[in-house]
């Protein structure tokens, strides 16, 4: 039973973290990052090598979990192919996504899209520390046989 969840605990615990600590940055910095976010270049080979990294990551997401349950972990899985689809669009149309980040970022929408990321995070983090006990750890609580 816990080898197959494994890899949902893992990245639930990894995606989590690295939300949490994004939408954080992302509220604390709105200015830098809007500043930065605005003098992105389509043309720009970082664009490139960034869709080219994310690309890579979705596949192996995808790859390794690849789990369509109704059941949380589902969320690590759409995560998967947003990332996915989302790099295929950054590496086909740099110059639309760039454009439409820019929308975004300079718009209220800013904060829904941070508030979402760090929803998303707890609810990751949450479901990967905190809300999986493993059923060999059981037989060690204090709850009496």
Known sequence: MVIEHVHSVLFAQVIGTY?????????????????????????????????AAALLLGCFMIVVHNVWV????????????????????????????CAFRKKIVLSPMYYIVVFVLFVVGVFLFTRGFYLHIPEEHLMYTLVPK
Request: hydrophobic residues 60%; positive net charge; aromatic residues 14%.
């Open 19 to 51: 939300l949490i600590i994004l939408s954080i940055i992302m509220l604390a910095k709105t200015r830098h990052y809007r500043d930065a976010i605005l003098r992105v270049d389509p043309y720009s080979p970082s664009i490139f090598f960034a869709g």
């Open 70 to 97: 109704l059941q949380p972990r589902v969320v690590v899985t759409v995560l998967g192919w947003i990332v996915f689809v989302k790099s295929i669009l950054w590496l086909s149309f740099p110059v639309f996504m």
